[in-house]
DNA sequence: CGATTTTGACCCGCGC
DNA sequence: GCGCGGGTCAAAATCG
């Protein structure tokens, strides 16, 4: 565990040997810029309605598809290393720990994915864990020989698990701006890693989206964001409207009006990503007929990225159910 | 003054 | 049973 494989080994953030979900991701090499990120005023509102849900769209089996098709599977070059979506079928594909070998740093290929999540035996009720028994335990009244009756209760509810969606950024800031609010509500240090994981929870009431961030001590400019659960309700309007100016993808815009709707999607992702489109550095985002001028040749800083995405992207990565 | 952050304590599952 | 690691709570502190 505490050797690299290649690239860029990651192992905690999604690792939660309780997340016992399934996980996928998908990544892109990065370029860098991360300054662009660095000022948190950077106006990241105004992205707003129109994309959002990532979540969501990976929620559904059909919708790697959307993203498959929305980044077009072309080579890497944006802020956004990857994601991992974590849901309730497992996708273990080497073991149990979440890998993902990417972005500049990466120099193996294949060091690429490997997704985590344990077994999918004891996982779920992980994250909610407490409050859920709480209340649960308040729910059912007697809350009495709570604990393990609670158990086999959960064993039920573990069946509805709120979708985790994870992905890695390049930033410098460790709370990207998302669109929505959050509050933090916890700390805790990471093993192996001198960067703590923040825990926070959506504000709007009702809402029971919760997300941790933290930075990944391989590559300090990297930031890990696992997504838990979806947003029932809509970004608050400050941020939108994509009036700040920036330009979105149109495979991104594409993608996202069915997902929008509801939940919400890391907007970092799109936040990240952004940017880049202002300085023309997406390509790798545009699907192939994309009009904007391709810069594969300066954006890629490893080949063996493209491959790797390809490897990444369509099958390996994109596990979909049939 | 309300909202948010900080931070130590607590709970829980898991492996040994 | 114990220790460890992860996640959450909640009181206190801080912020706007």
Redesign the pocket.
């Known amino acids: 565990m505490s050797d690299e494989p290649g690239g860029f080994y990651y192992h ?1 953030p999604f ?5 016992a979900t399934g996980a996928t991701a998908f990544s892109f090499s990065t370029s860098t810029n991360s300054s662009l990120y660095n000022s948190p005023s950077h106006d990241l509102h105004g992205l707003g309605s129109s994309h959002m849900s990532f979540t969501e769209s990976l929620h559904g089996s059909t919708d790697y598809n959307t993203i498959e098709t929305a980044f077009g599977l072309s080579p890497p070059s944006s802020q956004l290393f990857s994601v991992v979506k974590e849901e309730q079928k497992p996708l273990v594909m080497d073991g149990g720990d979440t890998v993902v070998g990417v972005g500049e740093t990466a120099v193996t290929p294949n060091s690429s994915i490997s997704s985590s999540s ?1 077994e999918a ?3 779920e ?7 859920d ?2 209340q649960k335990e308040v729910e059912d009244g007697g809350g009495e020989s ?2 393990k009756v ?2 086999s209760k ?1 064993k039920v509810e573990k069946i509805k698990r709120e979708p985790r969606f994870a992905f890695m950024t390049k930033s410098e800031v460790d ?1 990207l701006e998302d669109g929505y ?12 890693s001198p960067f703590p ?5 959506c ?1 709007t009431q009702k809402c029971t989206v ?1 997300k ?1 961030v933290e930075r990944s001590f391989q590559d300090p400019s990297t930031v890990i964001t696992t997504y ?1 659960g979806q947003h029932n309700h809509q970004i608050p309007a400050t941020l939108r409207g994509n009036a700040a100016g920036v330009m979105l993808p149109p495979s991104m815009l594409t993608m996202t009006p069915p997902l929008i709707a509801g939940t919400g999607f890391p907007q970092e992702f799109i936040v990240q990503m952004a940017p880049m489109y202002n300085h023309g550095g997406m390509s790798s985002f545009y699907p192939q007929s994309s009009n904007l001028t391709p810069l594969h040749h300066q954006q890629l800083q490893h080949p063996d990225d493209y491959g790797l995405l390809q490897d990444m992207f369509p099958s390996t990565f994109f596990k979909q159910e049939p």
Do not use: P
């Open positions: 905690d690792h939660d040997d309780r997340y344990t035996g004891g996982d009720d992980t994250s909610k864990s407490k409050k028994r709480l709570s604990k609670n158990k959960k709370h609010r959050w509050r933090k509500y916890g700390q805790k240090a990471v093993k192996n994981r923040s825990y926070y929870r504000t919760k941790r838990e």
